[in-house]
């Protein structure tokens, strides 16, 4: 298992920038892995995933506002968000591509709104 722990939400106007963190036990390296939000009434969903090249992937709601990177050296996942909205509101985790059994972690909170 892979455990992972989230940081770096808060409370954003809408335009603006966030980032956040995630940092991981060992095996990290041998996966890819993804941020995923699961927004208030919503199912969960998978945002961005990055594989262990760093070969990235957005879903179509994030494409050219959001930036994933992983340092493999750190064992660190990042995502960068820009212009945000208020529909990006939601509770962010991490976890490995695609999440299986992998336990979740208790994800960072993320509200745009003015």
Known sequence: QVHFA??????????????LS???TNLFNSYSVG?????????RQLVARISRSGYARYAD???????ITRD???????LR????????????YCNVDPPEENPWGQGTRVTVSS
Do not use: H
């Not at 989230?6 to 980032?19: A, D, H, K, R």
């Not at 709601?61 to 930036?67: D, L, M, S």
């Not at 968000?81 to 962010?92: C, G, I, Q």
């Open 35 to 43: 941020w995923y939000r699961q927004a208030p009434g919503k199912e």
């Open 81 to 92: 968000m820009n212009s945000l909205k208020s529909e990006d509101t939601a509770v962010y």
């Open 61 to 67: 709601a994030v494409q050219g506002r959001f930036i």
């Open 72 to 78: 493999n050296a750190k064992n660190t996942l990042s």
């Open 22 to 24: 995630c940092t991981t």
């Open 6 to 19: 989230e940081s770096g939400g808060g409370l954003v106007q809408p335009g603006g920038s966030l980032q």
